[in-house]
């Protein structure tokens, strides 16, 4: 079974262009203008998809945890449940990013958090799920999101092998319409904890399942290579100013670094080719100019026994190839030839 992923009519396999996910996630800070902004951008730049992040704060946090003070610059509420639903958006807006994404030709979808979120998020019919890295070990809300039958985006920052393969395991009887992104969940990580040599070992592991990279690096290079490592699906947190209020944003993407990296993604593709050696034609003007011939060394009479001495080899490469020069050497000059002559087998004659 070849790797392939459908989203929202968009194909996905190893020949295929890298699907990008503009990853919003709250850098919209609760405001819908902002997050229609942030979509129009991310469509501007090439994105394929863009991403945000349902909850339901109340079932998804201990009373503990929800009602914990949470006071510092990027808090937009007193406790960090009041912060966390400051930056929610609910039906309503969802369905209207809904509308807008397919307005601008995009796939919307969301991270599902919990179970209610994902029958929230299926409730409207979102082409995808999107499965976070703090998920990658709760196994049954994956299974539950892959009844839906749609296809799922999986990151698997902080897991190690044997959590990965569980997931793979759980899911394929299920809804085997997945991919695997190699994350590692650090904001931003140190780039030797990238690990994109990953991307190879999911590829040989999970032969049947697409492979991509949620790189939470704030450069735009990894994703390429990403790329040639094979990964289809790039994840990029994104942005409209890195210096935003809010936690994300400062390793997140603006509109041209995103633009930047979409283009040059596309440029690999085109660039890696299909391994096969070929000379193409803007290339003959140079190889001439830049190539060597046969020619005589010296003033050569007629009937003169070619030795190596009399052979010069020089630009430009317009007459016959220096790999002949062991088979001119031994023959006679037919006719005589001055310094630099072009020397070919028509002027020449065994002895």
Not at 21 to 38: P, V
Not at 53 to 59: A, G, L, V
Not at 166 to 186: E, H, K, W
Request: hydrophobic share 40%; aromatic share 8%.
């Amino acid at each position: 079974m070849a790797r392939q992923l459908d989203i929202d009519g968009v194909r996905i396999n190893d020949d295929s262009d890298c699907y990008v996910i503009a990853e919003i996630g709250h850098n919209h800070q609760g405001n819908l203008e902002k997050a229609k902004e942030l979509f129009r951008a991310a469509k501007e730049a090439g994105a394929a998809a863009v991403k945000l992040q349902k909850r339901d704060n109340r079932s998804l946090y201990t009373k503990a945890m929800y009602d914990k003070p949470y006071d510092n610059e990027n808090s937009f509420g007193a406790t960090y449940g009041q912060h966390r639903e400051a930056l929610e958006f609910g039906l309503e807006e969802y369905l209207e990013l809904k509308r807008y994404a397919k307005e601008l030709g995009m796939a919307f979808f969301a991270t599902a958090f919990d179970f209610p979120s994902a029958d929230f998020l299926a409730k409207i019919e979102t082409p995808a799920f999107k499965i976070a890295s703090g998920d990658v070990r709760n196994i049954p809300l994956m299974k539950y999101v892959a009844r839906f039958g749609k296809p799922m985006v999986i990151s698997t920052g902080a897991a190690a092998m044997e959590d990965v393969q569980r997931v793979y395991d759980s899911l394929m009887p299920i809804n085997p319409r997945f991919c695997l992104l190699q994350c590692t969940a650090g904001y931003p990580p140190a780039y030797n904890e990238l690990d994109l040599q990953v991307i190879t070992t999911y590829r040989r592991q999970f032969p049947d399942v697409v492979i991509g990279l949620s790189s939470h690096d704030s450069g735009i290079a990894m994703a390429v290579a990403g790329y040639v490592l094979g990964a289809r699906v790039i994840e990029k947190h994104f942005t409209l100013n890195r210096a935003m209020k809010g936690t994300d944003h400062a390793f997140s993407l603006e509109p041209v670094g995103l633009k930047k990296m979409i283009r040059d993604l596309k440029r690999t593709r085109e660039a890696l080719g299909d391994g096969q050696k070929k000379r193409y034609a803007s290339e003959d003007a140079p190889a001439t100019k830049m190539g060597k011939k046969l020619v005589a060394a010296r003033d050569l009479p007629a009937g003169h026994v070619l030795t190596q001495r009399d052979v010069a080899i020089k630009s430009p490469g317009d007459g016959l190839p220096p790999y002949e020069l062991d088979r001119v050497v031994g023959k006679a000059t037919r006719k005589p030839l001055k310094t630099d002559d072009n020397i070919s087998f028509e002027l020449l004659e065994d002895r």
